[in-house]
């Protein structure tokens, strides 16, 4: 593995290594271990087209952690926004010498033109591209749901996971659903049929418009997030109406069987696709998400540097 | 200069020799003996009348770093065209007799071919007010295809007069299906890949929805209609409904979308980029199907050249485009003469006969034929090459075939009795 | 390829190591094992059961040191194992590290590191089943079940019961 591009690059044991890998790297941390010398020397830039703290300083934190060097390069607003300049930017890291490139970027596909292109040597991974992937948050939310649910060896088989709200445009779904089913996870998509893709019947899923009939059969509810600019694309006539019918409120969340958690990637909009008492509640695990997304960076950035040569 | 062609194969089988003299077709035998023409052995080879493309972006005026009307010209000549109709959407867009008189001259000047320039339909292709369409008709351009391609006319209104007004001297009009309100920042087919790239969908739909309302106005108001670039299953059907109807209705496919699917955007790679887009297996044997049957009556380029730096990027940002000039007639024979779809003549007629009568270039797309203006091609059916993005004659390099092993290689192109395209066979090989 | 130590060599090889670990330490109090993985975790368990059933029980566990290697990048990635330290913890405690083969002494060099990020040791101590020569760094073992030199193009194997199915250290010549 020379990038992380997608889920599909890789295999269930991969994936299971990874997993693996991160949580003996938490036992690591807790055991006192801050900060550990394994990639001192090793640069690894953070190149962030869009605006994303919490995925910058995850990666950050996990970089660091592991005593690499990091570099952020906030490509936003700036003249680098699009087309040429992705290749001079490119260009430009690999003159620096960087080893590892983190590239979240506004068009599907960014991540992986840059490690196809030839333009750089470094290894890449894609904290989000588009409305294509963000494999890493796909990793850590298997991470947060074996933790909470007791599932040592990574299979998931007999799981039921619902993805909610806009699959259409999400990265976090895309990149879940194919983990989860690798894992061996049943997985449902539930929103509103505008905001399900034309094409979704090759993803192996099942889709259901209707909450109600779907959440209390449900070992994970997971919520994403609606992006503001929605509102005004004609895909549900109001955000009241979308919360109404699609928002995890209390009625749904109590609903919900007794060992069931609710996730959802953040930033959350309270009161629209989740209410308060939700993200609140004793089944939410979202700050989980957050703690175990620097594990499991750590783990992949070991995995891409530590060795001379792929595997 | 005159050429004596010996024992060439024409479409229909029979081997002859062409003798070529004063610009003409002078005589079409078998065995001609005559002393002072230069001889061009031609067994093995097939004599087609020169291709005719009714759809190429030429670049010039205003993008010349990606095309100029000589470089597109010589790329013709290779790829076996003898006339070319350039595109109206250059800066400033030909919407004026002005502009479409220059970019005929500059065909006249390259000297290697027709370059006939079309009109836009409306000023600055913007879709609102109707561009000076009769004055670009009586130029000295004589222009009679009009189009905004690139662009759809979309307005209901503006494409009836548009057709209306094109009646008065035996014009047509070309449309770009594309149903804007659906193709809102469309990156390719909507279907199956767009859901797993998450590249925003284009349904076939916003083709075929404007199809079928430009059908019915051409059927209304009694007009020509050319529907450009047929990509979809669904806009084979209507076109056939159509003329079973007795609508006059003529359509173009691209080589493009009868060889290559929207699985090839699988990468990323935006050399794949195109308007419009690449569809599904099932849309490439519909429209097979449909040059086949005659539903489709000709193939058309759609060349359009872009710099490298509005492909080697992200595909978001990409320009929408294809080189094909110089590989038309190896996709065609690779995709339907070797599919036995499609025999030598037919060929013949979808890439030259049709293409001619349909524009009215009276020189061209004429059977090889004694006394008819000499534009003809041989072309090596046996020989194989490799596309090599590097060696185009085109100013760009955004072919998507680029690494493919492609068979037949036009050897000689006549441009009104002048060679202005040889290879040497042995090279070819 | 040569079998150099036989499953009752290597249980006599521990017995020994445990007589002297006592010996040298009067006892077993404030004494800990921590193994390193893969093969020493597993050896430093049967150190522990046969001092155990000498001297009563004592604290074992595991130490993984990869990610304080430092020769990460001459390697392919490799896969962390756990490391799990006794509840009473390092500090102020004896600790015996216990390994394998001892070779270069780069991997005891990165466990010395990693337990300096755990805590602070009273001593450190080193047993080793096998111990190969060819030093690159200032390290020797406190107990060592049998020297066997060796070229440095020859290798050494390993084998222990719960991973390999069998016992025994065979070494084998330059391919």
């Known amino acids: ?311 | ?429 | 390829m040569s079998r150099i130590l036989d499953s009752g060599d290597i249980d006599r090889a521990l017995k020994r190591i445990a007589h002297e670990i006592i010996e040298r330490n009067q006892g077993i109090s404030d004494l800990l094992l921590l193994g390193i993985p893969t093969r020493g975790a597993i050896l430093s368990e049967r150190l522990a059961r046969v001092i155990s059933s000498i001297e009563g029980g004592i604290p074992s566990g595991t130490l993984d040191v990869t990610l304080h290697r430092d020769d990460l990048r001459l390697r392919p990635p490799r896969p962390l194992s756990p490391t799990s330290i006794p509840s009473i913890g390092i500090e102020g405690k004896i600790v015996v590290l216990v390994d394998d083969v001892l070779y270069s002494g780069r991997t005891i060099r990165a466990a010395l590191d990693a337990l300096g990020e755990i805590g602070r040791p009273k001593s450190v101590q080193l047993a080793v089943l096998v111990d190969r020569g060819h030093r690159e760094l200032p390290i020797r073992a406190d107990f060592v079940g049998k020297n066997i030199p060796t070229s440095a193009s020859e290798k050494v194997s390993v084998l222990l019961q719960e991973i390999d199915g069998q016992d025994g250290v065979d070494i084998e010549a330059a391919k």
């Open chain 1, 1 to 311: 593995m020379n990038h992380l591009l997608s889920v599909n690059d890789l295999s269930k044991e991969a994936a299971i290594s990874l997993l693996t890998t991160a949580r003996e790297l938490g036992v690591v941390s807790e055991g006192g271990h801050k900060k550990l010398p394994t990639l001192r020397g090793r640069s690894v830039v953070n190149l962030f087209f869009e605006d994303s703290t919490r995925t910058r300083i995850s990666f950050e934190s996990a970089a660091k952690r592991l005593s690499a060097d990091v570099i952020n390069f906030s490509a936003k607003g700036s003249s680098v926004s699009k087309g040429e300049s992705l290749k001079d930017t490119a260009q430009t890291l690999q003159a620096m010498g960087a080893d590892a490139v983190v590239i979240r970027h506004g068009a599907s596909g960014a991540a992986q033109r840059l490690a196809d292109s030839g333009w750089i040597s470094a290894s890449v991974i894609n904290a989000g591209d588009g409305t294509h992937e963000h494999p890493t948050q796909a990793l850590l939310d298997a991470f947060t749901i074996a933790e909470k649910l007791e599932i040592s060896n990574f299979e998931f088989t007999g799981l039921r996971v619902g993805i909610v709200g806009d699959i259409l445009h999400s990265r976090v779904a895309r990149s879940n659903v194919l983990l989860l089913q690798k894992l061996g996870a049943q997985v449902t998509l539930i929103a509103p049929p505008t905001l399900i893709p034309v094409g979704v019947h090759s993803w192996g899923v099942d889709v259901n418009f209707d909450f109600d009939s779907a959440v209390g059969n449900l070992d994970v509810v997971m919520m994403l997030r609606i992006q503001s600019e929605r509102m005004n694309e004609l895909f549900f006539p109001s955000a009241r109406e979308y919360s109404r019918s699609y928002g995890l409120d209390k009625l749904r969340l109590d609903r919900m069987t007794a060992r069931s958690i609710v996730m959802h990637p953040g930033p959350m909009n309270r009161g629209l696709e989740i209410s308060a008492d939700s993200a609140d509640s004793q089944k939410s695990v979202v700050l989980s998400q957050v703690k175990n997304g620097v594990l499991v960076r750590m783990a992949v950035l070991y995995q891409l540097l530590s060795g001379a040569s792929s595997l």
């Open chain 2, 1 to 429: 200069m005159s050429y004596l062609i010996k024992a060439a194969t024409l479409s229909d089988g029979a081997v002859v020799d062409i003798l070529i003299a004063d610009g003409k077709i002078a005589r079409v035998a078998p065995d001609i003996q005559e002393s002072n023409s230069q001889i061009i052995e031609a067994s093995g080879l097939r004599a087609l009348s020169g291709l005719v493309d009714l759809h190429t972006h030429l670049r010039e005026p205003g993008r010349e770093d990606s095309e100029t009307i000589a470089s597109g010209s010589l790329a013709a000549v290779r790829g076996g065209y003898t006339a070319l109709s350039a595109m109206a959407n250059t800066s400033p867009v030909a919407d004026t007799a002005g502009v479409v008189e220059q970019v005929f001259r500059l065909g006249q000047a390259a000297g290697l071919c027709d370059v006939f320039p079309i009109g836009a339909v409306t000023q600055g292709l913007l879709g609102e007010q109707l561009a000076e369409i009769g004055a670009m008709a009586t130029s000295s351009a004589k222009v009679r295809i009009f189009s905004d391609d690139g662009k759809c006319v979309s307005n209901a209104l503006v494409m009836r007069r548009a057709l209306e007004y094109v009646k008065s001297f035996n014009g047509i009009i070309a449309q770009h299906a594309q149903e804007p309100t659906l193709t809102v920042d469309a990156q390719m087919n909507e279907g199956e890949i767009s859901s797993q790239l998450g590249l925003k969908g284009w349904p076939a739909i916003a083709e075929e929805a404007i199809i079928a309302r430009d059908i019915l106005l051409a059927e209304h108001v009694g007009s020509r209609l050319h529907i450009c670039h047929l990509t979809t299953a669904g806009g084979v059907e209507l076109v056939r409904w159509a003329k079973s109807r007795g609508i006059n209705v003529t359509a173009e496919v691209t080589p493009h979308h009868l060889l290559l699917t929207d699985e090839s955007v699988l990468g990323y790679d935006a050399v794949f980029k195109v308007n419009p887009p690449l569809r599904t297996e099932a849309d490439v044997h519909a429209l097979r199907a449909g040059l086949a049957d005659g539903t489709i009556d000709i193939v058309a380029t759609d060349h359009a050249p872009h710099p490298s730096e509005d492909k080697d990027c992200e595909w978001q940002a990409a320009a929408f485009g294809m080189l094909g000039l110089e590989t038309a007639l190896s996709v065609l024979v690779s995709t339907m003469v070797e599919t036995q779809m499609l025999d030598w003549a037919h060929l013949e007629r979808v890439m030259s006969h049709n293409p001619a009568r349909i524009a009215g270039y009276e020189s061209h797309g004429h059977p090889i034929s004694e006394g008819k203006t000499a534009n003809l091609i041989l072309v090596d059916p046996s020989a194989k090459r490799v596309i090599d993005r590097n060696k185009m004659a085109s100013k760009s390099r955004n072919t998507p075939y680029d690494g493919l092993t492609l068979p037949a290689v036009v050897t000689h192109t006549f441009f009104n009795g002048a060679l202005v395209h040889e290879v040497d066979r042995g090279a070819a090989k």
